[in-house]
């Protein structure tokens, strides 16, 4: 039988149950320098790459112990030729509770710009 605990933020869940910031982007970081370097750009294998990068970033955001905590990850994978790229976000959430991290990796022929985003649910 379970009851209600009657808990609606992250802070009644203790001190590291709210989404972290900075050790998200530690993990973002870690995980985008050791799949991304030396890897050169091919269109065939950039859908791939992303999809594994999204699903490695994944675990180990989870592996956190962010069990209240709905997670999207967005992984953006591109050729670079000298081209200007912006990337926008925007989410409608609650400041108190909500966060995400952000990184990025780039090299000769390509750029990876990874978000992570942490929403609370009740």
Not at 52 to 80: C, M
Not at 85 to 112: G, H, K, P, Q
Request: proline share 2%; hydrophobic share 35%.
């Amino acid at each position: 039988i379970y009851e209600n605990t009657y808990i609606t933020g992250p802070a009644g869940y203790g001190e590291g149950a709210k989404f972290q910031r900075g050790k998200v982007q530690d993990i973002l970081r870690a995980v985008l320098k050791e799949r991304m370097e030396k890897q050169q750009y091919d269109p065939v294998k950039a859908a791939q790459i992303s999809k594994h990068i999204a699903e490695d970033l994944r675990e180990k955001v989870k592996a956190l112990g962010y069990e209240r905590y709905k997670l999207v990850i967005q992984v953006t994978l591109g050729q670079k030729k000298g081209q200007a790229m912006r990337i926008v976000s925007r989410c409608l959430w609650d400041t108190n509770t909500d966060n995400f991290a952000s990184e990025y990796y780039e090299n000769d022929s390509l750029y990876c710009v990874c978000q992570a985003f942490g929403l609370y649910y009740e």
